[in-house]
């Protein structure tokens, strides 16, 4: 008698209860098809907090990986300070272009690397937030990237460690621009990951698409190919090149400690000009942050396509 009775209780619950419910919250509540829920009353600032928080707690529990990034940058600062030991002060500038391109390059792979690895997989948490009205995507990229930004101070470690090991600058204005331009690459690193993760949630598919970005900023970066010989049609890659910048100020930065047959060799190596310094760190930094909004775009877009009624 139940089994027969349960399928017109089912519709008459539905008729009672589901229906004015649906009615009241403005959704269908069907999978690819909610349509209502895609606000929240929190502010911006609170979901900000909200998310950085809460991004922070995630990240200061991850200490396998910490101690995993942490050994690894010292080990491969290790490994440039043995190559380089004391190279650089008898050096003819053929050692310190090798040493500044090949540590910046590192930097660059790993960092955007490191991003691919674990920014996809949040990707479910913040669209079942984003649904049920909880969150939105602006708060939680600028929380979850500005949570991870002091565990990134880790691989300036990769540069800091050979720094004196290979003999550059010994002077403290030297040495703070070094740290300074090593931040803003491994920035610039760091939001190219983003802009590959943001483009797709399976974190191998991120790592694919990454090559296609990081690939012509070497090619472009002075040190592999003439800047005076760039082709008219590709001129447009170096300035979009995050190595060409970083690299030029770097070497800038080395070229008012040394002299001799090493200072000519960079300037007409490189191409570059003393008075290039200031105008070069400055569009490394927009460059930076450009790249990092680029990103914020990329999955604001995402989010509400893949949230638009089926």
């Not at 390059?105 to 490191?114: C, D, H, M, R, Y």
Request: aromatic share 12%; proline share 5%; with cysteine.
């Amino acid at each position: 008698m139940l089994s027969r009775s349960s399928p017109v209780l089912v519709a008459a619950t539905k008729v009672a209860v589901v229906g004015p419910l649906q009615a009241k919250l403005g959704m269908d509540n069907c999978h690819h098809k909610v349509c209502g829920m895609k606000s929240t009353s929190s502010s911006y600032w609170a979901l900000f907090k909200m998310n950085l928080k809460r991004s922070w707690l995630q990240e200061s529990r991850e200490k396998v990986g910490l101690a995993v990034r942490a050994a690894m940058n010292i080990t491969l600062g290790m490994l440039f300070g043995l190559l380089y030991l004391n190279q650089i002060p008898h050096d003819t500038g053929r050692n310190t272009a090798g040493f500044l391109f090949s540590l910046l390059v590192t930097i660059l792979i790993a960092s955007s690397v490191n991003v691919c690895l674990y920014f996809p997989f949040d990707f479910a948490i913040l669209m079942r937030e984003y649904y049920a009205g909880a969150n939105r995507p602006g708060p939680y990229f600028l929380g979850r990237t500005l949570a991870s930004l002091p565990q990134s101070m880790l691989f300036l470690l990769m540069g800091i460690i050979p720094y004196f090991m290979a003999g550059l600058s010994s002077s403290a204005s030297g040495f703070g621009y070094f740290c300074l331009i090593l931040f803003l690459a491994n920035f610039a690193a760091q939001s190219l990951g983003y802009v590959a993760s943001s483009l797709t949630s399976n974190p191998v598919v991120g790592l694919a698409l990454l090559p296609l970005l990081i690939t012509p900023m070497i090619l472009f970066s002075g040190m592999l190919y003439e800047r005076h010989s760039v082709p008219t049609a590709l001129q447009w890659l170096q300035d979009i090149s995050v190595i060409n910048y970083s690299f030029a100020v770097l070497a800038l930065n080395q070229v008012q400690a040394v002299g001799g047959h090493a200072r000519s060799f960079l300037f007409n190596f490189l191409q570059v000009e003393p008075d290039d310094f200031s105008l070069y760190m400055l569009k490394l930094a927009l460059l930076a942050m450009a790249y990092r909004l680029l990103a914020m775009g990329i999955l604001l877009v995402r989010v509400r396509v893949l949230s638009k009624p089926q």
